[in-house]
């Protein structure tokens, strides 16, 4: 009889689909010679493998459930993980929250839960962004003393955040009479993902232990707050402390800061690494540093990395087609794309934004129309605000102000600033006053803030010699107390150190050297 336990279990580890599976659930329930307990036991193993394997199917699993009379705790916690584990799709309503309700059933047969049970239906309460539910489960956890339990606090951690409930997150973090890595883990994705990324510094800052997801999740944090210098001093504390190697992830995220900062010195040396390490240079890999040397003006070098790609997706050749958009080589963009199309790689919304780029940087007025029709034609994707902002640009730029302004007019969207702002640069070009001052009074309607708009109709007026409507618009801004809040700033990189100065100064660089060394040079000149 143990011999046909062993065999229907080896049965169960063989199993690749639910026509198998049938066949070893109508042994289980026939066979004569298996015990009470063997058939339990074995109904379970069912059961899980039904649940939660890829071969298995949920709606067999709830019905082998229904026909169990007396469902043990384990049986309970098989059916509420995989109802946790369960996409819900949009048509799900709030009542088919199965696996609360299998809970309530569970607790209303006298069965009490255990540290299992808790972690999934937080799952579930995250997966649909109910706090409400996710509260009423926080209760059922202190009602029945799992609230110290490390696994269960971090489920309700990443609930709350997920919910946008940031400080009660923090609550149970700093409740926590014990934390693991992935506590610490759990309160920075958080932070992260509540755009908290000071808190998320500081809750790195005083973690022992770093996983990988510790360094990743900061430094990516950092690249996507807008603070790449300080992403890239992380990767380099992450060298000299050692004891966690930079994976894919780590690298594509410290190639996009070097990228933002044209740091090209940092960005050839991860190449250089990249290859030392032996860490395999995927498709992600090899978009990322085509779009860091692109970036840092390193075209050549771009294009030799896009060419040594084995594999290219839609991603890679579009980032191939923006770095040449974005340096003005309108030619090369088409040759690649016509290669593209060749290949039978399809452009997604992304491309075409490159190639009408391309198109608005170096004249091809035509092409960009070509561009916008077959976009729409051809590859069935309808223009975003984004591609109507690049084909007002092109039109802009070529002096056919009246056929932008039909192209606006018939937009099945709202133009937006981006759109008008596109306007008001072709209006500026081509001295268009009339039109360029019904555009700008209309951005400092929909931004009454943004002092660019202001400076750009002083602009318009001033060439056209309408120097008292510059000044009525300069005494308005200060009646508004409208200003440029944010300084210029510029970045340069030397032997390897990123440097950032602008008007106001320098935290980086003296800036009385600086300006000795400009003034001597004004004077030999």
């Known amino acids: 009889m143990s011999s046909l336990r062993t065999t229907l279990l080896h049965l169960f580890e063989e199993c690749k689909n639910m026509r198998e599976l049938k066949q070893i659930h109508t042994h289980i329930i026939k066979s004569p010679f298996l015990l009470k307990q063997d058939q339990s036991f074995l109904i379970t193993r069912l059961l899980f493998f039904c649940s939660l394997s890829d071969s298995g199917s949920q709606t067999y699993a709830t019905a082998v459930f229904r026909v169990i009379k007396n469902p043990t705790l384990y049986v309970y916690n098989i059916m509420i993980r995989a109802y946790a584990c369960k996409k819900t799709s949009a048509l799900d309503k709030p009542a088919s929250f199965r696996s609360l309700v299998l809970y309530k059933q569970m607790v209303g047969n006298g069965i009490g839960p255990n540290w299992l049970t808790f972690p999934f239906l937080v799952k579930e309460c995250a997966a649909r962004s109910d706090g409400g539910a996710g509260r009423s ?30 400080s009660c997150a923090r609550k149970v973090f700093d409740e926590m009479p014990e934390r693991d890595v992935v506590s610490w883990n759990s309160m920075i994705k958080g932070c992260l993902r509540s755009g908290e990324l000071d808190e998320a510094m500081d809750v790195f800052g005083k973690m022992k232990r770093r996983s990988i997801f510790s360094w990743n999740s900061i430094i990516t944090g950092c690249v996507q707050g807008g603070r790449p210098k300080e992403a890239l001093e992380l990767f380099h504390e992450m060298q000299v402390r050692g004891g966690v190697r930079p994976d894919k992830i780590t690298i594509a995220s410290v190639l996009a800061a070097c990228a933002h900062l044209g740091a090209v010195d940092h960005g050839t040396w991860v190449h250089g690494y990249l290859r030392r390490s032996g860490l395999e240079s995927d498709v992600v890999i090899g978009t990322a540093l085509v779009d860091m040397y692109g970036k840092c003006g390193c075209v050549e070098k771009a294009y030799e990395v896009f060419k040594e790609m084995p594999k290219k997706d839609t991603l890679a050749w579009t980032a191939m087609i923006s770095v ?60 975003q605000l984004y591609h109507y902002a690049c084909m007002v640009d092109i039109l802009s730029r070529a002096g056919l102000i009246e056929e932008a302004e039909r192209l606006i007019r018939s937009m099945p969207m709202k133009p937006d600033v981006f759109v008008w702002g596109a306007l008001l640069g072709g209006c500026q070009i081509h001295g268009k ?93």
């Open 137 to 166: 489960v926080h209760g059922q956890v202190v009602k029945y003393g799992f609230g110290d339990d490390v696994f269960v606090r971090n489920s309700l951690m990443n609930m709350y955040s997920v919910c946008g409930s940031l």
């Open 324 to 383: 040449f958009a974005l340096h003005g080589f309108g030619n090369e963009v088409f040759d690649l794309f016509e290669k593209m199309e060749g290949t039978g790689v399809k452009p997604n919304h992304v491309t075409f934004v490159g190639l009408l780029s391309a198109c608005a940087h170096s004249g091809l007025v035509e092409k960009g129309r070509w561009c916008f029709d077959v976009m729409r034609r051809v590859y069935l994707i309808e223009p």
């Open 433 to 525: 006053v009339e039109i360029g001052e019904l555009v700008a009074r209309h951005l400092i309607d929909m931004e009454p803030l943004n002092h660019a708009f202001y400076v750009n109709l002083c602009d318009i007026y001033a060439k056209a010699g309408r120097f008292n409507d510059v000044k009525t618009i300069k005494s308005l801004m200060k009646e508004r107390g409208i200003k440029k809040e944010v300084a210029g700033c510029s970045m340069i990189e030397v032997d390897g150190v990123v440097l950032e100065f602008s008007v106001r100064g320098s935290p980086d660089i003296v800036m009385d050297e600086v300006l000795w060394v400009l003034s001597q040079l004004n004077n030999e000149a």
